[in-house]
């Protein structure tokens, strides 16, 4: 049953947890840990915890050697490849400290759009949770192309909350919340709760995340949250490093409220 508000978060029986690349790769790396810590901790409490994380490209790209984020489509697979790798390796590794077990579901906007498969997607990650494994899942940026990607993970984290049913999203980003303006801009005043039917035309979106790693920002949040809320999950925006709290229940971020059955 979703939940009403941030209070009920740590009785959810179903978590989407969404956490961005520049939150889990070059100098953030060290997130994954207090990260895993409090996914652990909602683990421990009883709820269903699945985790979408971004970061493969980003944290291939050391490994290929380049300074950048690459911009062609070969290389960005590549570097895919190679740090979807790295990334599992350092999830299942913290994870380890509490004897949980990751288990990885690569997936593209075909999967999601096709019967067949998003059926598929939705028994592996029922089963996976039923064995009170942790799915982590991510965009399978080696095989997808730029005609069909979905974009950011944001949406893919939506569409996730949606196929399993999720009590409840949390999107974790750079910032704490969302504001009326970018966060650096005079006057910016932070939203508390976004009603389902705000359409938040006085909002001016500015880009939530490190210029040149991730690819989402406060617009595709927004999006993402509007697209869970319409299928009843509440969203929580907040900050990266304050997911521990997040998924304890404190009054932090922004709240968007779900629509009512």
Known sequence: MATSSRSEIPAAHRIVVKVGSSSVSGPNVGQIGP????????????????????????????????????????????????????????????????????????LTAGDMQNPTHRSNAQRALERLLGLRILPIVNENDTVATQEIRFGDNDHLAALVSVLVHADVL??????????????????????????????????????????????????????????????????LLAATGSVSEALSGAELGTWFEAAQS
Request: net charge negative; charged share 15%; aromatic share 6%.
């Open 35 to 106: 990260l895993v810590d409090a996914l652990a901790a909602a683990h421990g409490r009883g709820s269903e915890v699945i985790l979408v994380s971004s970061g493969a490209i980003a944290t291939g790209i050391p490994y290929l050697n380049l300074d950048s984020r690459p911009t062609d489509l070969a290389t960005q697979q590549a570097a895919a490849a190679v740090g979807q790798n790295v990334l599992i390796f350092r999830y299942q590794e913290s994870l380890d400290r509490y004897r949980i077990v990751a288990g990885q579901i690569l």
């Open 170 to 235: 949390v999107l974790l980003s750079d910032i704490d919340a969302l504001y009326t303006h970018p966060p650096g801009d005079p006057g910016a005043r932070k939203i508390e709760t976004v009603a389902f039917d705000d359409d938040l035309s006085g909002v001016t979106f500015g880009d939530i995340g490190a210029a040149g790693v991730g690819t989402g920002g406060a617009s595709t949040k927004v999006a993402a949250a509007k697209l869970a809320a319409a299928a009843g999950i509440p969203v």
